[in-house]
């Protein structure tokens, strides 16, 4: 393993922060990163860099998880059992996955990151969510060096959630995720609004998963920005889930505020949607800015610091407090 000095980050987070590893290594198997733990005990992880927003230069070793491989534990009739290390792609799996018609990932096509962080904060997008489809996930455990299985049902998938961002948080690192995916009599989840209008308008009636594939990317491509183009993080903010008595209220003054139920009491209301109602949508604050089509992404024109982003992060939650009473939750890790 090669240990390189003052290595720039910039093109290992998709924010394109340009911070400093002070020492910067590579791991390319579960071995290579149990050595490396015998002796490193202040290091920071980095895997597709997709969900974090870096504030300062890394004084710690910074071990990029470039651990790939793709194989096929078992098959059936109707469904394949896969088990993906790490480091792979997530979307160039997820389009391995369509090619080979395999059901199940192709309503998370496009989203940036590796296969490894998928699991921590349970990606989901258009009506489907990564914990549909995992049946394990094997981690390293940092302070023994022991590789642990944890059954889908043990990484207490939420919204946006798993045990790895709560109670194991920091004490695993993921060196593998398996999935059970379709092979035939695919589910098809194409109810999601964007997805009906985007296969209307191609006109598609009966939508293979190739076909919601290239519908998921079409709909991202408009509306979301590119992280090779513009620094990003995705979702900036979760949507916060309120009272349904707030929201009535909310409703009588503001009548076009979407909500989604998520019990008889409580709804759902998009970020996106608050972040625009406050006036911040396409605006720029010098390289840093909130993007013209999707208002709860944060993005970096070119030269934002991680501190730039993070203050118009808390100059939006103010904004929104203010204005509805709601407080927004931040869904990127803020590495200070
Ligand atoms: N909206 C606005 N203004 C905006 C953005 C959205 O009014 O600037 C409104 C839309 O009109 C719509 C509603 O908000 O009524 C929902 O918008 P959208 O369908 O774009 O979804 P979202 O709730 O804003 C969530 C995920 C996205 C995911 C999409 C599609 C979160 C925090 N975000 O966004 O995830 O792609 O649904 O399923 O749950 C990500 O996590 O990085 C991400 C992009």
């Known amino acids: ?14 924010f394109g922060i340009s911070v400093n590893a002070k020492r910067f290594v590579k791991v390319t198997s579960v071995y290579e990163l149990q050595q490396l733990l015998k002796t490193e005990k202040d290091f920071f992880l980095i895997s597709g860099g997709s969900n974090m927003l870096l504030t300062k230069n890394l004084e710690q070793l910074v071990i990029l998880i470039d651990i790939k491989g793709i194989s096929i534990d078992k098959e059936s009739n109707n469904s394949v059992f896969l088990t993906v290390n790490a480091g792979e792609n997530w979307h160039d799996f997820v389009l391995w996955c369509v090619g080979e018609n395999y059901g199940g990932l192709e309503n998370l096509s496009l989203i940036p990151g590796n296969v490894g962080t998928c699991p921590i904060q349970n990606i989901g997008a258009y009506g489907v969510e990564v914990k549909d489809t995992i049946t394990k996930v094997e981690a390293l455990e940092i302070e023994t060096g022991k590789l642990v299985t944890f059954s889908g049902e043990e990484c207490k998938f939420g919204y946006r959630d798993s045990i790895f961002k709560n109670t194991h948080k920091n004490l695993f690192i993921i060196t ?12 098809i989840n194409s109810s999601y609004g964007a997805i009906e209008t985007e296969l209307a308008t ?3 009636t009966s939508p293979t998963i190739k076909d919601i594939s290239n519908a998921v990317i079409a709909i991202r491509k408009s509306k979301l920005p590119d992280p090779n183009e513009i620094g990003n993080s995705g979702s900036f903010f979760k949507n916060p889930v309120i009272k349904l008595s707030h929201y009535n209220a909310l409703k009588k003054v503001y009548s076009s505020i979407p909500s989604y139920p998520v019990s008889e009491t409580l709804v759902k209301v998009p970020a996106g949607w608050l972040v625009e109602n406050c006036g911040f949508k396409g605006r720029r604050f010098g390289d840093a800015g909130v993007h013209k089509n999707q208002a709860l992404v944060l993005v970096n024109y070119g030269n934002a610091t991680g501190i730039e982003i993070y203050n118009l992060a808390k100059k939006i939650q103010k904004s929104v407090i203010e204005k509805f009473d709601i407080s927004l939750e931040i869904e990127v890790n803020i590495i200070q």
Not at 1 to 14: D, E, F, V
Not at 176 to 187: E, G, I, M, Q
């Open 202 to 204: 191609q006109k598609i």
């Open 176 to 187: 593998s995720v398996s999935f059970k995916l379709t092979k035939n009599k695919h589910k």
């Open 1 to 14: 393993m090669n240990i390189q000095k003052n290595i720039s980050l910039k093109k290992y987070n998709t």
